[in-house]
């Protein structure tokens, strides 16, 4: 019994580190490419409002960054502290992964933010804008070796087990193991998705608020045309996922669509209560066939049931069901949301353009068509990206359940035998931590967009007045 | 030395070498800014803004080297990764909590309204406080071959403190190279009283770290060894009193030699390190485990080394260019 208490908090609080540590790259990946955007459009157009934009979003990108950096170190000794097993069956295989990702990607990042946050007037200028372009390519590296490796847990090939202990046999099909390419593209869209919703959030607050400056009109716009563009494309990527997940993990997918027994015509279940006891649902409202639709491209097609994953004695084979269907839905929902509230942003602003002005298409777009409920609903949406990457976190990775690695080692073999109440108690004060660190980031945030719009002189800031003399001596 | 005509023998001494250089570079670097960290209470606000300029753009890069040796433990020695860890799980934590706290509040400080402003600085010190003192920790109980009973407590509570206090030592001749008027002067001051938790330090562990195991004690008192290994304690004792006679003599004219007490004590800990590094090889777990029965298989550790000899150099190279964009005195950080 204490075995399985010690798994079950060592997995909570894995994942408590894990969903706390993954909000920060995901603002730090896509933010980094924004902030390079800002700079390439102050260089080419020497219009302030781009530098406004550069100062306000490269503080919150420091800070983003900070966070990400200490929670990350925390998870690098979570695997020896909790899950010494992991790396002792696929320490051959995580490993060089692992090392990659630190070697390429957190250096790079870590020594270039320097020079990108305090270098402005250290450095001439085109050295400063290559330091905010390596180190958004050094996030986007970084999170492509983590996704290979997590993907590799989803999808492992490419290695023979000797002894217990795999060792990789091509390093060509570990890296690009048959998931990867989709949960790359799934990652990076979301990073950009959470940073395009948090743009116009935090813009839309400080319109709110009064602030009518054109820093506040660009950045809006930039964050719902962001979000527009992607969306669609997120969805199509979502789908392709989901069935490379379908041909890989039948009872993940089996999960997700709360489907019990393996049939045909399955209905897309829009609310259900799925009961692990009875094996059924319960308050059940679905769309005929849509399932089978989504799934396999065809009405009557068949869906995988979870009855398939259960063993000879009873023990479910595959993951718990609820948090996973429910997980599902809310990503689903909150993709919805965002495609409804980008869209309609995009009209309504398109509806009022400016005829006058220049051809450029951002001249166009009009913040005063705006209706005022769809403003106010985009400052709640500001975090909308965080909720939409843990639930689709959540759902593959609860879906891998019982699996560590998918078929190579159970969740439960890597576990530590640290003395459960020690885990317990590390547990809470990480929880505590996290809770107060998360609200004083969004308080700072806040704080920060109150200040910018109530026109607040920001603290002086001499880099960037020097870059302007420059500007204006050449 | 090992048999470079063998991957399996070579390739874990290898990547103990690179390790134990992370780990060496870590704790000169990262602590010199827990150093600043620890001084913070003592200086008013304006100063205390004026250390964080002179810590500001190095201490993400400083505290990558840490990621960098848990790194190569973790995908070189996975077993012992694992044994370490566990072992250390309490001490662990509270370093781990320190550095978030540490890190986070020097992003927030510079961020927050006014009277948070407070809060965030003494979390900036508890933070620094927890992380020095729990790798201090660590140090001992590493020392005492991982052993829990009350005296090897008590032996790593005395290193956790003389840590601390060494790291102040070097946070304080940090901040004699990089500030100048009133503070620099503080500076001078706070290394003079710190300087004897690097003597207490340096002593203590060179005492007991013999005494603990047999192993150790014959490596270190066999003769001819004894006569190529007398030059590090001997050089250790000169530098200290070079380094006391030189404390009472800054701050120097014109500023002179500003950078010489930093230089100096990072002698003092490389030396000490060398001199636990010798005692504990081949050893990765104390007296447990060797680097050999530990390491990965040889095939993947090829693949860690092709990548890390193409990046290390590049890595070492730019942090030299950060270090030297940033030469010369603290002024206040601006990036708001």
């Keep these: 019994m204490e075995a399985l208490d010690t798994l079950i908090l060592s997995r909570i609080q894995f994942a408590a580190n894990i969903s706390f540590h993954i909000l920060f790259p995901t603002i730090t990946i896509a933010l980094g490419w924004v902030l390079l955007f800002f700079r390439i459009r102050f260089t080419q157009t020497g219009d302030d409002k781009w530098m406004a934009a550069y100062r306000f979003w490269v503080k919150i990108f420091a800070l983003s960054f900070a966070m990400g950096v200490v929670s990350g170190i925390t998870m690098s000794f979570q695997f020896g502290t909790n899950w010494p097993g992991f790396m002792e069956t696929v320490g051959n295989i995580a490993g060089p992964l692992l090392a990659y990702e630190v070697l390429t990607a957190f250096f790079l990042e870590a020594v270039f933010v320097g020079i990108m946050l305090f270098g402005f007037s250290r450095v001439p200028r085109w050295l400063h804008t290559l330091a905010t372009g390596l180190v958004a390519f050094g996030t986007t590296v970084s999170a492509f070796w983590i996704i290979v490796l997590n993907s590799w847990m989803h999808t492992p090939q490419g290695f023979e087990m000797i002894d217990g202990v795999a060792h990789a046999t091509s390093w060509w099909e570990i890296i690009f193991n048959p998931s990867m390419p989709y949960r790359f593209a799934h990652m990076l869209m979301a990073s950009f998705l959470t940073v395009g919703f948090l743009i116009a959030g935090v813009s839309a607050f400080r319109w709110v608020l009064g602030d009518r400056s054109r820093e506040v009109r660009s950045m809006l716009k930039t964050g719902v045309l962001i979000g527009a563009v992607l969306i669609p494309l997120q969805i199509l990527a979502g789908d392709k996922h989901g069935l490379n997940t379908l041909e890989y993990q039948p009872a993940k997918v089996a999960a997700m669509e709360g489907n019990w027994d393996t049939q045909p015509n399955v209905p897309l279940l829009l609310f259900a209560l799925p009961d692990e006891e009875t094996r059924e649902n319960r308050f059940e409202i679905g769309i005929p066939n849509v399932a089978s639709l989504i799934l396999t491209h065809s009405f009557d097609g068949e869906v995988p049931g979870l009855n398939d994953f259960v063993a000879e004695d009873g023990t479910a084979l595959h993951p718990p069901v609820l948090p996973v269907f429910w997980s599902f839905r809310v990503m689903v929902g909150t993709g919805v949301a965002m495609l409804l509230l980008s869209w309609s942003a995009v009209w309504f602003m398109w509806r009022r353009r400016n005829r006058h002005q220049g051809r450029s298409n951002a001249h166009r777009l009009a913040v005063e068509g705006l209706p005022k409920v769809l403003v106010w609903a985009m400052v709640p949406m500001a975090f909308s990206g965080w909720v939409a990457t843990l639930a689709g976190w959540y759902t593959t990775e609860i879906g891998r359940q019982p699996w560590l690695v998918q078929g190579v080692m159970t969740t439960e073999m890597a576990v530590a035998d640290v003395p459960s109440p020690m885990v317990l108690g590390t547990l809470l004060t990480y929880l505590a931590v996290y809770a107060a660190l998360l609200s004083a980031y969004i308080g700072v945030i806040i704080y920060m967009a109150r200040k910018a719009a109530a026109g607040e002189p920001q603290t002086p800031n001499t880099p960037f007045a020097n870059d302007n003399v420059m500007t204006a001596a050449e | ?336």
């Design chain 2, 1 to 336: 030395m090992p048999d470079f005509s063998n991957p399996a023998d070579w390739l874990p001494w290898a990547f103990a070498s690179l390790m134990g250089l992370s780990i060496l570079i870590y704790v000169v670097l990262d602590g010199f800014d827990l150093g600043v960290g620890l001084l913070f209470p003592m200086a008013d606000r304006i100063e205390q803004d004026r250390m964080i300029g002179s810590i500001g753009p190095f201490w993400d890069a400083n505290e990558t080297w840490l990621v960098l040796a848990v790194g190569l433990l973790l995908v070189a020695f996975p077993t012992a990764h694992g044994v370490i860890l566990s072992t250390l799980y309490l001490p662990v934590f509270v370093m781990l909590i320190g550095l978030i706290l540490r890190g986070v509040a020097f992003e927030f400080r510079a961020k927050a309204r006014d009277h948070h402003k407070a809060l965030w600085n003494r979390l900036f010190f508890v933070g620094s406080l927890m992380t020095a003192l729990s790798q201090g920790f660590m140090l001992g109980l590493y020392i005492m071959g991982l052993e829990k009973t009350l005296a090897t407590y008590a032996f790593a509570c005395l290193t956790a403190v003389s840590l601390a206090v060494g790291y102040s030592f070097i946070g304080s001749t940090w901040l004699i190279h990089k500030t100048e008027g009133a503070l620099q002067l503080k500076a001078v001051t706070w290394a003079r009283r710190s300087l004897w938790g690097a003597v207490i330090g340096v002593f203590a562990v060179s005492a007991a770290t013999p005494l603990v195991s047999d192993r150790i004690f014959g490596k270190w008192f066999a003769f001819p060894e004894i006569l190529w290994l007398a030059p590090l304690p001997l050089l250790s004792v000169s530098v200290l009193v070079l380094l006391w006679r030189l404390l009472q003599r800054m701050p120097m004219q014109d500023d002179r030699q500003n950078w010489l007490p930093f230089l100096m004590s990072t002698a003092l800990f490389v030396m000490a390190y060398l001199g636990l590094a010798y005692s504990f090889y081949p050893y990765v777990v104390p007296e447990k485990l060797t680097i050999y029965a530990a390491a990965a298989a040889p095939e993947s550790l090829w693949i860690i080394l092709v990548g890390a000899l193409c990046v290390v150099p590049v890595i070492i190279a730019y942090s030299v260019m950060a270090y030297f964009i940033f030469r010369g005195k603290a002024t206040d950080l601006r990036y708001e």
